[in-house]
């Protein structure tokens, strides 16, 4: 549910309010005494205070992974984008070789950022892996042929190319772990409930019982759309492996 956030939204609208609802319920059987409304009153303003900081710091996380993900994106096309000028320094037949094995591989690294099929996904990382083995035989055997530090230079290029790939895995693997979103639903859950049973009144009230979950509903799912990579509506172009393609073309 967390790689689709608006699969996440409309749940959550519905447990939230039933929290609300059952609050309200528990508030005609046991009422709320007027000597105690206000410690009540306190005890509410403590929780949503609560919920809303976790949500606040959620979304900081959030946003965290989204800028690590872009940075790593950016990272990228300069590795690739300084290989394929340290290539030239190989002897003219492999130095073709390995620039049009760069080409070939900042093509499969555009579509990986912008697929969001996942069997296209797995034949993408297949060939990636594939392709890296290829570009490291073609630079290894230069430089074990001629071991100088012109080829240490394209050697060590080569080297970033194929880490910034593992760097930029690495980010998209690293979510918003689910226990977090656990504890984060539970307190939603509570606040509502409490709203729901130190509300007065009714007909007014019932509807504005849907206020608190639709809004905190609406935080999950800005939170969850910007911690998924691919699912969602918010994702990291490849505005800069782009530019790096157009460029090479020219």
Known sequence: ????????????????????????????????LDS?????????????????????????MAIARYDLRKN???????AIGTEYVRAGLLPAANAAAVQAQLQKYLDLRIAFYRTRNPI??????????????EMWSAVQAPALA?????????????????????YTQAAWWNRIPVAAWGLLILTAICCNLLVGYGARGAGLTARLLMVLPVVVSISFLLIADIDSPRGGLIHVAPQN?????????K
Do not use: C, H, K
């Open 120 to 133: 296209e996904i797995r034949q993408i990382d297949a060939a990636t892996a594939q392709l890296q083995n």
């Open 72 to 78: 790593y994106e950016e990272a990228e096309a300069n």
């Open 241 to 249: 492996l782009g530019a790096l393609a157009s460029s090479l073309q």
């Open 36 to 60: 105690e409304r206000e410690d009540f009153g306190i005890i509410q303003a403590a929780t949503l205070t609560l919920l809303g900081l976790i949500i606040g710091f959620s979304f900081s």
């Open 146 to 166: 001629q071991p100088t530090p012109v080829m240490a230079l394209v050697v060590s290029g080569m080297n970033d190319v194929l880490n910034s790939q593992g």
């Open 1 to 32: 549910m967390l790689n689709f956030p608006i699969l996440l939204f409309f749940p959550s609208v519905l447990v939230m309010w039933l929290a609300a609802q059952y609050g309200t319920s528990v508030r005609t059987r046991r009422p709320l």
